[in-house]
């Protein structure tokens, strides 16, 4: 049994049995019965967008926790943090989500997995803007790209989902002196990915920040060619 998006519906019409076929099993088979249906609430709420399949996955999720942590899979369980954490986000439980990230951000460190410090960092990094804590956000971001840059996998794409929250902030904030060589670092980062792997990803962020930068420049340059500091371009893109 599995959760997958084209079976999921299958799968929750056996959710109601789902203590019956975790009865008396070990904790891996009971963590892997409880992940199938929590992905198939997942694949759920993707495709109808109900809110009862997020509360369903993050319930589901929070029961299975506890087991990976006895099992010593702490990846897995700092994954399924931040997935917990993303969902109760998204039904506005930032409070909750914030207390997940944290969990999950510890369980990094504590494990050196700099990959789960990273994505747990751009979660809190989010419920601090949701809450106006923007000083505060800006900085758990810049500690989302400062531990993707160190992360286990050496997978670029976490370096670039953190440049994509702190980019994000910036833009929103009009520090425009700090985005401006994030935005070219972040688009050097694509390309050079993208020779490699033959895979193109993150190409449409990466033309539309460069235009944005580009036309945010354009917009506070004078005819004479020098640049207004940032401080000027902040003054006139809040107005």
């Known amino acids: ?63 299975r926790i506890p087991l990976q942590g006895k099992l010593q899979c702490f990846r897995d369980q700092g994954q399924a943090m931040c997935a917990a954490a993303d969902s109760l986000l998204t039904l506005q439980r930032d409070s909750e989500a914030a207390t997940w990230y944290q969990r999950a951000r510890d369980v990094g460190a504590a494990h050196g997995m700099f990959t789960i410090e990273s994505t747990a960092c751009i979660g809190l990094g989010m419920a601090a803007f949701n ?32 440049m994509t929250g702190l980019i994000s902030t910036l833009f929103l904030t009009n520090l425009i002196d ?31 920040w460069s235009a944005r930068l580009h036309e945010v420049l354009c917009l506070c340059t004078p005819r004479f060619g020098t640049p207004y500091h940032s401080s000027v371009i902040a003054s006139s893109t809040a107005t």
């Not at 992940?35 to 109808?48: N, R, V, Y």
């Not at 050079?192 to 449409?204: D, I, Y």
Request: with cysteine; proline share 2%; charged share 35%.
């Open 178 to 208: 700090e985005v401006e060589p994030l935005v070219l670092r972040f688009r050097e980062t694509v390309m050079v990915q993208s020779e490699k792997t033959g895979v193109s990803f993150a190409e449409f962020d990466s033309l539309h």
């Open 131 to 162: 809450a106006g804590r923007q000083e505060e956000g800006r900085a758990l971001m810049r500690n989302a790209l400062v531990a993707a840059e160190l992360n286990e996998l050496d997978d670029p794409r976490y370096e670039l989902d953190a």
């Open 1 to 63: 049994m599995a959760g997958n998006e084209r079976d999921w519906r299958g799968v929750l019409k056996w959710e109601g049995r789902m203590e019956e076929l975790m009865a008396g099993e070990p904790d891996d088979t009971c963590s892997e019965i409880l992940k199938a249906f929590s992905g198939a609430h997942h694949f759920g709420f993707q495709e109808t967008g109900s809110r009862d399949h997020a509360r369903s996955f993050v319930g589901l999720e929070e029961r």
